[in-house]
């Protein structure tokens, strides 16, 4: 468990997440097509678990035996339009749809094509905001 939070951090993810958070007094999630426990692994080693409300990634645990047991994702349906792992917008939607106050706009940040629907999908009425990562598919 303790390699998990190792695991590389995307450069000025830190800083965007503390800004929302602290700054701007966000509401802050995270949707992963990683492993729950790899995503929390890293927000704890690097001490942004507290500015997350919520991680949506594939479930898996760790046996007594130290065995990676992986569940089913709930309510992730396929992505109709990256035809990757869950659909990343159909997951901030739920989200958005349980939260109490009003949203004022989405900040999505992404880098590989399974993005693209979230980062498509976002309003430009409601003033949302993409942040594709430089060099990587979802800035091409």
Not at 51 to 76: C, H, M, Q, S
Not at 95 to 118: E, I, P, Q, R, Y
Request: net charge neutral; charged share 25%; with cysteine.
């Amino acid at each position: 468990m303790a390699c998990l939070g190792g695991l590389p951090l995307m450069e000025g993810m830190a800083e965007l997440l503390r800004w929302a958070k602290l700054e701007r007094g966000a509401e802050v999630v995270v949707v992963s097509d990683s492993f729950d426990v790899a995503v929390e692994a890293v927000l704890r080693r690097r001490g942004l678990a507290d500015l997350v409300d919520g991680v949506y990634a594939n479930p898996a645990r760790f046996t007594e035996e130290g065995e990676l047991r992986i569940g089913k994702r709930e309510g992730g349906r396929p992505c109709s339009v990256s035809g990757r792992g869950a659909c990343k917008w159909a997951e901030i939607q739920s989200h958005l749809s349980k939260m109490t106050s009003t949203v004022d706009f989405v900040c999505f940040a992404g880098d590989g094509a399974n993005d693209l629907c979230a980062s498509l999908s976002l309003s430009g009425e409601r003033g949302d905001l993409a942040l594709p990562r430089k060099g990587f598919a979802l800035a091409r």
